[in-house]
């Protein structure tokens, strides 16, 4: 008997994987792997399936299809905000937490979801990784963060050039809907520096694009200037090298970025404890991104606590005019009238 596939049998490759399908839409291979085609976002043969269209869109032999959504990455209940209303304002929207936080590293959803609670973030980062389709029912970050209720700030983590960027956010919206994005362009693994040629390219195709990129940078004034020429919403200088958690290791090019900066400056990378995100605040930036120094605490979800006092403190330092520094001894008290 000849065991060879029924003709009406579609070779396809999803996610890397060659595997057979029946003849149907992509919407019906979606649900035949057992997901929702309302939560994931489908790339065909290289271009964008639109998810209004994944009904229409009839599977073709040697389709080669990437299916992805939101991997891990609001205001604490009862919080106010500190003194009076001291929101800011990116591409048009406002928060009040100034605090941003990564959903990477932690041992699971449920102690991500805390530690964001405790953080009073109103963003957090995701990345975009490829759908499990061998255990489709697996939790989903979106089962513990709500999308509706904290702002998702897709990113490129883990991009080496402009091009890989840019197509991780096209899907990336197509997953969401969100236009405000992370771009982050990687030059080599060691130091996770940017690389900034491909990341000021990437900046300019999204921006035209629609796209409002809040961007990844060096903390280099000139660099911080032409990305804001490029369309970046948002300029992120490192404070240090990703995952390091040696704090701010430049402040003076920080303060430069913040004078010369037209849109909001975000330290992103290398804050290490909550001293660090002080300094960030007192430095003049607009808020402050971190992942590992809160994931990898011995205490997660105390110590996103303490990011948050810490943020807010910064802030309130800042904005209170710290006292002129002194070469030499200035008595608190008057020496006039000394027994």
Request: proline residues 6%; glycine residues 10%; contains cysteine.
């Amino acid at each position: 008997m000849d065991a060879s596939p029924s003709p009406a049998s579609l070779s396809i490759t999803v996610n890397g994987e060659p595997r057979r399908a029946a003849p149907g839409s992509i919407a019906d291979l979606v649900r035949a792997i057992g997901l929702d085609p309302a939560k994931v976002a489908v790339e065909r043969n290289g271009e964008i399936a639109p998810r209004s269209t994944l009904a229409d869109v009839a599977l073709a032999d040697g389709d080669v299809l990437e299916i992805v959504h939101f991997v891990g990455g609001g205001q604490e209940e009862g919080t106010q905000a500190v003194n009076d209303d001291d929101s800011w304002t990116v591409a048009g929207r406002t928060f009040r937490s100034r605090l941003i936080v990564g959903t990477g590293k932690y041992k699971d959803f449920a102690q991500n979801a805390a530690a964001v609670a405790a953080s009073g973030a109103e963003i957090v980062t995701v990345a975009v990784r490829r759908v499990n389709i061998s255990d489709p029912k697996a939790p989903m970050l979106t089962d513990f963060i709500d999308p509706k209720a904290i702002t998702y700030l897709p990113n490129t983590a883990g991009c080496f050039t402009a091009e890989d960027a840019i197509r991780t956010l096209r899907l990336a919206r197509e997953a969401g809907g969100w236009d405000l994005v992370k771009l982050e362009v990687l030059g080599e693994a060691k130091t996770l520096y940017p690389d900034m040629r491909e990341t000021l390219r990437a900046t300019e195709i999204l921006a035209n694009e629609g796209f409002l990129p809040m961007v990844y940078c060096s903390d280099d004034p000139i660099a911080a200037k032409q990305l804001e020429s490029a369309g970046a919403v948002a300029v992120m200088p490192l404070g240090a090298p990703i995952g390091s958690g040696l704090g701010i290791q430049n402040r003076v090019m920080i303060r430069l970025i913040v004078e010369g900066a037209s849109v909001p400056v975000l330290v992103d990378a290398g804050v290490g404890t909550a001293s660090d995100a002080a300094v960030a605040m007192e430095l003049g930036c607009d808020g402050v991104l971190m992942n590992t120094a809160i994931a990898e605490a011995k205490d997660p979800v105390r110590m996103a606590r303490a990011m948050k006092l810490a943020t807010e403190a910064g802030r309130e330092a800042y904005r209170a005019g710290r006292m002129g520094t002194r070469k030499y001894a200035d008595p608190s008290s008057p020496l006039a009238g000394l027994i």
